[in-house]
């Protein structure tokens, strides 16, 4: 079946640094891919899509490109400020006919001032 | 208020209780979704509903009921609380098929059963 594996957290940064997370899928068909974010008690919000492959997305300084090749969806971002401070979700929806968005468990990104 | 709200907020009940949680969207989006949101699991999909009176099961659909006889609403009633389903559930609705477009979420319900 379709998953998504994202790395573990948390992660903890200090402002200005370079951040990746990484994120690898698994999916049937030809997956639109999305990267989604929670600030601290709040629900999930869109950060930015891809929808075929070699496609980036990009959103509020963060980048990320979708590689078929590797099947991979790594999210950076070249200088983090303390408000990017949030939990972040990869998920993917397949275009075999599913409504549904799978995500991976989620990666709480923590920078300090 | 337009957008996506849920209620209550905040939730303690008993085991064995029944409790509804309610969730409503005023952007007559067809597809809602309710997720249940667990340390080390991520998101999980309960149920789902593509338009009125049309719903189908996610993942981890027991134990819960649902309906949707408006558009706008998308209730979740636990029939018989326990102890596993304290969590924190996020309901989230589409305009449509969710293959491009994003879902909208909630900004959630934290449940505690005792």
């Known amino acids: 079946g379709n998953s998504v594996t994202q790395m573990e957290g948390p992660v903890t940064l200090s402002e200005e640094a370079f951040l990746t997370i990484n994120c690898t899928y698994t999916a049937t068909g030809y997956p639109s891919l999305f990267w989604y974010v929670q600030y601290p008690g709040e629900g999930l919000q869109l950060l930015l899509k891809a929808t075929k492959a070699d496609d980036k997305g990009s959103n509020k300084g963060f980048e990320a490109t979708y590689r078929k090749e590797t099947t991979s969806f790594h999210l950076e971002k070249g200088s983090v400020q303390v408000s990017d401070s949030a939990v972040y979700f990869c998920?993917?929806?397949?275009?075999?006919?599913?409504?549904?968005?799978?995500f991976g468990k989620g990666t709480k990104l923590t920078v300090n001032p | 208020d337009a957008g996506i709200t849920q209620s209550p907020r905040y939730k303690i009940t008993e085991t064995g209780r029944q409790v509804t949680l309610m969730c409503h969207q005023t952007w007559s989006h067809s597809y809602m979704f309710w997720y249940r949101q667990d340390l080390g699991h991520g998101l999980r999909l309960i149920y789902y509903s593509a338009a009125a009176d049309i719903t189908d099961k996610g993942e981890v659909p027991d134990g819960y009921v649902v309906s949707r006889s408006k558009t706008e609403n998308f209730p979740l009633t636990l029939e018989s609380a326990t102890r596993s389903q304290t969590s924190v559930y996020f309901c989230?609705?589409?305009?449509?098929?969710?293959?491009?477009?994003?879902?909208?979420f909630g900004p959630g319900t934290r449940l505690t059963v005792t």
């Open positions: 989230a609705s589409s305009p449509r098929a969710v293959l491009d477009y994003e879902q909208y």
């Open positions: 998920a993917l929806s397949d275009r075999g006919g599913s409504e549904k968005l799978v």
